[in-house]
C-alpha cells in the first residue's frame, strides 16, 4: 500500500513539474489528437445531415435523390478511409460494409413508408436493431477503450432521431423535423468526440503531447459545427424556397437558430455587443440569398444581380468585423474566404436550377468542408488573441500524463 501511494505522489510531483513547461506554450487548437476529434465530428456530423435529406428526397420522389444518396455514400466511403488510417484497411472494409448496412435499411424504411407497407416498416427497423449491436461490437472489438454498451445505446439514439425526424416529414411536422435534425447533427459530433478519445487513449505513442479536450479545441469544434450546420442548412433552405416546399419556413429558421448559436459564441469571446453586430451582418447575407432564390424564381435578372451585389458588400462588411475584433485575423483572407462561401452556395443553387445534381452534392460537400477549415483559422485566431483563457487545466494535463 505505501509503494502504491509512494508511485501515486511520485507521479503527481512529476505532473506538477512539468505543468509549467507545459503552461508556458501557447495554447493551440492544432494537433494530431484534435484533428482527430475535428475530421470525425465533421464526417459523423455530414452524415446526418444528408441521412434526413436523402429520406425526404426518397420520400418525394425528388430527381436529386441519386445523387443526395450518392453524397451519403461518399461520406461513408471518407469515414471508412478514417477507420482504416487507423486500424488498417480490412476494418475500414468490415466498418464500411457494417455502416452502409444502416444506410440501406433507411432506405427500406422509406420505401416501405411510401408504400404503406407496415410489415415491411417493421422489418427496417428490426434490421437496424440489429445494425447497432454489430457496429458497436465492430467498434468495441478494435478499441478495448470503448464500452459495447455505450456505443449500442448511442447508436439507438442515432436510429431513433433519423426516424424520427423522417416520421415527422411525413406528417407534415415541420417544426418537429428541424429541431430534430439539428439534434441528430449535434448528437454525432459527440459521437466522434467519444471515439476520438477512444483512439487516443489507445494509441498514446501517436498522439504524444496532444490533449484532445481542452479549451482551444473545444472552441474548435463549437466553431465548425456550427459553421458546418450553417452551409448545410443554407443549400437544402434554397433548395426549399424554389420549389416552394412547405416546409421552407421550418427550414429557413434552421438558418435562423443557427445564426442565433453563432451569434451567442462569439458574444462569449468579444462581449454581447460585438455578439449582436454579428448577428445583424451574418443575417443579412442570408436575406441576400433568399432575395436570389425569390429572383430566380421571378425570373428577374435585375433583382438577381443585386442580391448578388449585396452578398459582395456584405462579405467585406463581415471581412471587417472579424478583422477589427482580431489582430490575428487577415482581412484580406477572410474576405477571399467568404467570397468562396458564397460561390459555393450560388453555384450549388444554379445547379439545383439547372437540374445539374452531381454538381450540385460535390459542392454542399465543399461548402460543408471549407465552413469547418473556416472554423479552425477563426478559432485558432482567437486562441492566439486570448491565450489566458485558453490555458489547459490541471486535470487534463495530469491526464496527459497519465497517457505516457
Do not use: C
Not at 500500500?1 to 506538477?16: D, G, N, W
Not at 417493421?122 to 468495441?140: C, H, M, P, S, T
Not at 450553417?230 to 435562423?256: N, W
Request: avoid cysteine; aromatic fraction near 10%.
Amino acid at each position: 500500500m505505501k509503494s502504491h501511494m509512494s508511485k501515486i505522489l511520485t507521479l503527481m510531483l512529476a505532473v506538477f513539474l512539468v505543468i509549467p513547461a507545459f503552461a508556458s506554450a501557447a495554447p493551440t487548437t492544432k494537433g494530431s489528437a484534435a484533428d482527430l476529434r475535428s475530421a470525425l465530428g465533421n464526417l459523423l456530423g455530414e452524415h446526418a445531415i444528408l441521412a434526413i435529406n436523402t429520406m425526404q428526397k426518397g420520400y418525394d420522389a425528388k430527381g436529386d435523390f441519386t445523387d443526395a444518396a450518392n453524397a451519403l455514400n461518399m461520406n461513408t466511403a471518407d469515414l471508412s478511409k478514417a477507420i482504416a488510417s487507423v486500424y488498417g484497411d480490412e476494418a475500414g472494409k468490415s466498418f464500411n460494409t457494417i455502416w452502409s448496412s444502416h444506410i440501406g435499411y433507411f432506405v427500406d424504411y422509406v420505401k416501405a413508408t411510401s408504400a404503406k407497407d407496415n410489415a415491411a416498416k417493421q422489418k427496417a427497423v428490426d434490421n437496424l436493431e440489429k445494425y447497432r449491436f454489430a457496429q458497436a461490437k465492430f467498434f468495441a472489438t478494435a478499441n478495448p477503450n470503448l464500452s459495447e454498451k455505450d456505443l449500442a445505446d448511442g447508436l439507438k439514439m442515432h436510429i431513433n432521431e433519423l426516424l424520427k425526424a423522417f416520421d415527422s416529414y411525413v406528417a407534415k411536422d415541420y417544426s418537429t423535423v428541424y429541431k430534430t435534425e439539428r439534434e441528430a447533427y449535434a448528437h454525432m459530433l459527440m459521437t466522434g468526440d467519444a471515439l476520438a478519445g477512444g483512439i487516443v487513449k489507445q494509441f498514446p505513442a501517436k498522439f504524444t503531447g496532444d490533449i484532445m479536450n481542452n479549451p482551444a479545441s473545444d472552441l474548435r469544434q463549437t466553431l465548425g459545427q456550427l459553421l458546418g450546420e450553417h452551409a448545410s442548412a443554407a443549400v437544402f433552405a434554397m433548395q426549399k424556397g424554389i420549389d416552394g416546399a412547405p416546409d421552407f419556413d421550418q427550414a429557413a429558421a434552421v438558418l435562423t437558430m443557427n445564426t442565433n448559436d453563432l451569434s451567442n459564441a462569439i458574444a462569449s469571446v468579444y462581449g454581447q455587443d460585438a455578439g449582436k453586430s454579428f448577428n445583424t451582418i451574418w443575417s443579412s447575407h442570408i436575406g441576400y440569398f433568399v432575395d436570389y432564390v425569390k429572383a430566380t424564381a421571378a425570373k428577374d435578372n435585375t433583382a438577381k444581380q443585386k442580391a448578388v451585389d449585396n452578398l459582395e458588400k456584405y462579405r467585406f462588411a463581415q471581412a471587417k468585423f472579424f478583422a477589427t475584433a482580431n489582430p490575428n485575423l487577415s482581412e484580406k483572407d477572410l474576405a477571399e474566404g467568404l467570397k468562396m462561401h458564397i460561390n459555393e452556395l450560388l453555384k450549388a443553387f444554379d445547379s439545383y436550377v439547372a437540374k445539374d445534381y452531381k454538381t450540385v452534392y460535390s459542392l454542399e460537400r465543399e461548402a460543408y468542408a471549407h465552413m469547418f477549415m473556416t472554423g479552425d483559422a477563426l478559432s485558432e485566431g482567437i486562441v492566439k488573441q486570448f491565450p489566458a483563457k485558453f490555458e489547459p487545466t490541471t486535470t487534463t494535463l495530469l491526464y496527459l500524463q497519465l497517457l505516457k
